[in-house]
């Protein structure tokens, strides 16, 4: 137990992503006992013990996202491709919400005969 609070005060170890703005890394070490895990030194002796690089999409979408003001400028294909991916798989999302919802009434139809007539008068409404 002394050895792991040593550890975990020790000079230099950064908790928070936030304390790495600004610092020049020096280095990127990887870890034997995690793939993908490595230590990133910094030149000011700091260093953060790094997990894998999970590329689950949300999370990386939302990384792109949060970082695009810095990213942008450097890489503004990869935006303009992204941004027309992005445009796509939300009309992919509508595409598919729209046929859920038709698919629902479809198969209410017999179950549920007044839904006809209701659906009639909603459109009704719409004009």
């Known amino acids: 137990m002394e ?3 040593f550890m975990k005060a020790f000079p230099g170890l950064l908790r928070h992503w936030e304390a790495l703005a600004g610092k020049t890394v020096e280095a990127v070490t990887p870890l034997k006992s995690k793939a993908g895990a490595a230590a990133l030194i ?30 942008e400028p450097k890489h503004p294909e990869a935006y303009l491709g992204y941004d027309q991916l992005l445009k796509k798989d939300k009309d992919a999302q509508r595409t598919a ?14 179950q549920i005969p007044e839904l006809k007539d209701r659906l009639k008068d909603l459109v009704k409404e719409w004009k």
């Open 97 to 110: 919400r729209l046929e859920n919802i038709l698919g629902a009434i479809r198969n209410n139809m017999e």
């Open 3 to 5: 050895k792991v609070a």
């Open 42 to 71: 910094c030149t000011d002796g700091s260093f953060v013990v790094l997990p894998p690089l999970t590329t689950e999409p949300y999370e990386l979408g939302e990384a792109l996202q949060a970082a695009r003001s810095y990213l």
